[in-house]
Structures are given as C-alpha cells and as structure tokens.
C-alpha cells in the first residue's frame, strides 16, 4: 500500500459530559486517492470519527495523521489546526452548520479567501465548483432559503472550493434526490481527491467505494472489500444493518 495519507492508531475519544468512550481503539489507513465507506447503524460512531478527524472533537488517546498533520491526545495548537482545516474538508451531516454567509456564493468563497486566494481566483474557482455540480442559479440565493437537497449540494459545494486533498462526507445523499444522487456519484467518482464517505446508502457505497470501514459501538468491527463486506449478511446484521 502507498504511504497512507490518512493513519487512525487506536484513536479513543469521549464527548464531555461523563459518557462513556464514542471511539474506541479504531486504527485503519488510507492511501492517498483511494474512496473508502464508513458505515455502521445510528449511534455507531461515524460522524464522531469524522469529527475528530478535523479535530472538533479531541482524541483521547491514540494518534491521527491525516496529510502532514498529526493530532495526538491534548490541546492542540491553533496553526496546526488551521493547517489541517486547509488539507481536510467535512460536509457536515446537517448542512446548516456548515452555510452561514448571507449567500451561497459568499458560503463558497469563504474558505478560499480565508486561504490568502485574490478575489479573481476565488471567484473562478466559486464558478468552476457550481458549474460542476449543476447548482449555479443557488450562487445568489441565502442558504435559510433552500431546500434540503439544494443545502447539502451547496455545503459540499462550499468543501470542494477549499480544494483540500482529504475530503469527509457525513451522509452526503441525505435529502438528495434520485437524479441527485446520481449526479453526485458521478461528482464524486470524478474527484481525484481521497475520500472518506459516512453513508447508509449501501448501494451508494457499493458503486462508489472499493473498500469499507464497518464501525459499530464506536470500534472497527470489520474492513475490507466493499464487495464482500457489504454483501456479507451474518456480519452485517451483528452491525444493525441489512446486507445489500
Ligand atoms: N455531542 C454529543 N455529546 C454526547 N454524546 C454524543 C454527542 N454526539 C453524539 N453522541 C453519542 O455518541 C455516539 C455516536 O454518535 P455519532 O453521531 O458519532 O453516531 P453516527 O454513527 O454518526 O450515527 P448516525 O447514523 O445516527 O448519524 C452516540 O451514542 C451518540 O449518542
Ligand atoms: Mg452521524
């Protein structure tokens, strides 16, 4: 396998509050361009994973590099933080933490004039991503005016104009519709970055990702080919999920 550009070494965390661990002790790598699954039923741990994965949510143990960034148990320091901002991106699983400007255009510029980017190069790489994903008559449009599906097609959107070389999806179909769905897939299967995609649409997953992550209780139960994991029925179910 190439240099993993993604490498969880036992990563534990827990929310504030008393509870017990989210993530338990999960180690899996990613090579650079390679679309994984993360699956596992409501409550398993996804989206925490993702979460700590741009350092919302700190690890408590364990060891996470992701591009040129480790984070590690601990406060971390602010540049560190903003370095992996720029390499790692994550489409939120609600869309409305993540679209805050008064317009989907100043949502999708916001990240890469944060990054020192001029105002032209902004405004080409703006229209670039909205013509990519077919949503340019949104660019004027406020994100507390659309739709559920239009929201999650401009947050993920608002990810691709960072343009980093990690990209998380937290449930990128929900909401979308069929014909949606479809032009995201093809969206996605064209980007060349690597991808880390939090789903239950398992058929979405099959088409998209050669390899899983099956989480469940917050640990890896499982990883491997898609197509065997996903299909395999007795594993699946111990999961909560039903086999494709
Ligand atoms: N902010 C929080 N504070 C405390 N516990 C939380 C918080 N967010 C999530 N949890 C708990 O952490 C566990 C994992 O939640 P998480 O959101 O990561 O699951 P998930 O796999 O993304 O589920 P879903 O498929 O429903 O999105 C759950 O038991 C959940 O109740
Ligand atoms: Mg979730």
Redesign the pocket.
């Known amino acids: 396998m190439d240099t993993p550009i993604i490498e969880a070494r036992s990563v534990s965390a827990v ?1 504030g ?1 008393g ?1 017990g661990p ?1 993530l338990r002790d999960v180690t899996f790598a990613v090579p650079p361009g390679e679309r994984v699954a993360l699956v ?10 993702l979460l700590a994965m741009v350092g919302i949510l700190p690890i408590t143990s364990g060891s996470l590099h992701i591009g040129s960034i480790e984070l590690n148990a601990g406060p971390q320091d602010k540049r560190k933080l903003k370095t992996l901002r720029e390499q790692v991106s994550l489409v939120f ?1 609600d869309p409305d933490d993540q679209l805050f400007m008064p317009s989907i255009y100043e949502d999708l510029a916001f990240g890469p004039r944060n990054m020192g980017l001029g105002e032209d190069a902004v405004h080409h790489r703006v229209d670039e991503v909205l013509t990519r994903l077919g949503i340019g008559f949104l660019k004027d449009r406020s994100p507390l005016r659309l739709s559920g599906g239009e929201k999650r097609m401009a947050a993920i959107a608002a990810s691709l104009t960072m343009n980093p070389q990690v990209m998380l999806f ?2 990128p179909t929900a909401f979308l519709d069929p014909k949606a769905q479809r032009n995201l897939m093809g969206v996605l299967q064209s980007l060349p970055h690597t991808q880390l995609i ?1 789903t ?1 649409d398992l058929a979405f997953a099959a088409v998209l990702c050669p390899r899983v992550i099956l ?1 469940q209780q ?1 640990a890896v139960f499982a990883q491997g080919p898609a197509s065997e994991l996903l299909r395999n029925g007795e594993l699946m179910e111990q999961c909560g999920l039903e086999a494709i």
């Open positions: 929310y509050g509870g989210v596992g039923a409501n409550g398993a741990g996804k989206t925490s994973l699983q937290d449930e939090a239950h989480l917050g």
